[in-house]
Protein backbone atom coordinates (compact mmCIF):
# COMPACT_ATOMS: atom_id res chain seq x y z
CA UNK A 1 0.00 0.00 0.00
CA UNK A 2 1.48 3.23 -0.90
CA UNK A 3 0.34 6.93 -1.52
CA UNK A 4 1.25 9.97 -3.14
CA UNK A 5 0.53 13.91 -3.59
CA UNK A 6 1.92 16.53 -6.09
CA UNK A 7 1.87 20.23 -5.81
CA UNK A 8 1.06 22.27 -8.69
CA UNK A 9 0.82 25.70 -9.36
CA UNK A 10 -1.82 27.44 -11.52
CA UNK A 11 0.07 27.27 -14.72
CA UNK A 12 0.75 23.35 -14.33
CA UNK A 13 3.87 23.19 -13.28
CA UNK A 14 5.09 20.76 -10.43
CA UNK A 15 6.21 22.52 -7.76
CA UNK A 16 6.42 19.59 -5.05
CA UNK A 17 5.37 15.49 -4.59
CA UNK A 18 6.01 13.20 -2.48
CA UNK A 19 5.03 9.18 -2.36
CA UNK A 20 5.33 6.78 0.64
CA UNK A 21 4.79 3.21 1.08
CA UNK A 22 2.31 2.30 4.21
CA UNK A 23 3.36 -1.10 5.79
CA UNK A 24 0.38 -2.37 7.17
CA UNK A 25 -0.86 -5.86 7.82
CA UNK A 26 -4.78 -4.53 7.18
CA UNK A 27 -4.51 -2.63 3.55
CA UNK A 28 -6.93 -0.24 3.10
CA UNK A 29 -7.54 2.12 0.31
CA UNK A 30 -8.90 4.69 2.58
CA UNK A 31 -5.38 4.37 4.69
CA UNK A 32 -3.64 5.53 1.70
CA UNK A 33 -6.13 8.57 0.99
CA UNK A 34 -5.90 9.61 4.72
CA UNK A 35 -2.23 9.51 4.96
CA UNK A 36 -2.21 11.54 1.52
CA UNK A 37 -4.14 14.02 2.89
CA UNK A 38 -2.64 14.69 5.96
CA UNK A 39 0.98 14.79 4.69
CA UNK A 40 0.18 16.98 1.90
CA UNK A 41 -1.97 19.16 4.55
CA UNK A 42 1.32 18.93 6.44
CA UNK A 43 3.23 20.07 3.80
CA UNK A 44 1.71 23.04 3.13
CA UNK A 45 3.52 26.67 4.00
CA UNK A 46 0.32 28.82 6.26
CA UNK A 47 -2.29 30.72 4.48
CA UNK A 48 -2.48 28.21 1.37
CA UNK A 49 -5.08 27.31 -0.14
CA UNK A 50 -5.36 23.95 -1.96
CA UNK A 51 -7.87 22.02 -3.90
CA UNK A 52 -8.33 18.13 -2.82
CA UNK A 53 -8.85 16.07 -5.64
CA UNK A 54 -9.91 12.85 -4.38
CA UNK A 55 -12.97 9.63 -5.17
CA UNK A 56 -12.74 7.96 -2.21
CA UNK A 57 -16.01 8.80 -0.76
CA UNK A 58 -15.49 7.96 2.74
CA UNK A 59 -12.20 10.19 3.35
CA UNK A 60 -14.97 12.98 1.97
CA UNK A 61 -17.49 11.91 4.57
CA UNK A 62 -15.11 11.80 6.96
CA UNK A 63 -13.44 15.36 6.03
CA UNK A 64 -17.39 16.61 6.06
CA UNK A 65 -17.86 15.14 9.43
CA UNK A 66 -14.51 16.71 11.16
CA UNK A 67 -15.39 20.30 9.67
CA UNK A 68 -19.13 19.96 10.65
CA UNK A 69 -18.32 18.74 14.37
CA UNK A 70 -15.11 21.13 14.69
CA UNK A 71 -16.37 25.17 13.18
CA UNK A 72 -20.36 23.70 13.57
CA UNK A 73 -21.50 24.43 9.81
Known amino acids: ?3 AW ?3 DPDGF ?3 SHY ?3 SSIFPSALRS ?3 ALLHGLDS ?3 NSKITVA ?3 AQLLSLWFLYFTE ?4
Open 14 to 16: ILE
Open 33 to 35: EVF
Open 44 to 46: LPR
Open 20 to 22: NII
Open 54 to 56: TDC
Open 1 to 3: MAY
Open 70 to 73: TYHF
Open 6 to 8: TAI
